[in-house]
């Protein structure tokens, strides 16, 4: 790292460019870099429910435990399923008006 910005200061010295400006340049490169970081931290997509257990398996209280204690563990931050989904097959729109098919 210092062989860097050995390189740079010996560079801009032979180009005639000041100090201070190397400096203020290297200065606003490092502001920008933290810009992007915090704009990439605060935009990234969050963890999934989903992959909650294998955060579980990944600790030791997991591989000490028996095998129902590993059930047990994993049933805990397993994501819920959705009880008022409709399935797949059927549609809203495939249900039939009951009003309509009435006779007198």
Known sequence: MVQVFSFL????AALGVSLKLVSFAMLAIA?????ATIWFW??????TEVLAPLEI???REFLDADEDGRKRM?????????????????SPLAK?????????
Not at 9 to 12: I, M, P
Not at 76 to 90: D, H
Not at 96 to 104: F, G, V
């Open 9 to 12: 200061f010996g560079l801009a």
């Open 31 to 35: 502001a920008g870099l933290l810009w």
């Open 42 to 47: 605060r935009t990234a997509r969050p963890e």
């Open 57 to 59: 398996m990944g600790e």
């Open 74 to 90: 994993l049933n805990t931050v397993r994501a819920r399923p959705n009880l008022g989904a409709t399935s797949e097959n059927e």
């Open 96 to 104: 039939p008006n009951l009003d309509a098919t009435k006779t007198n």
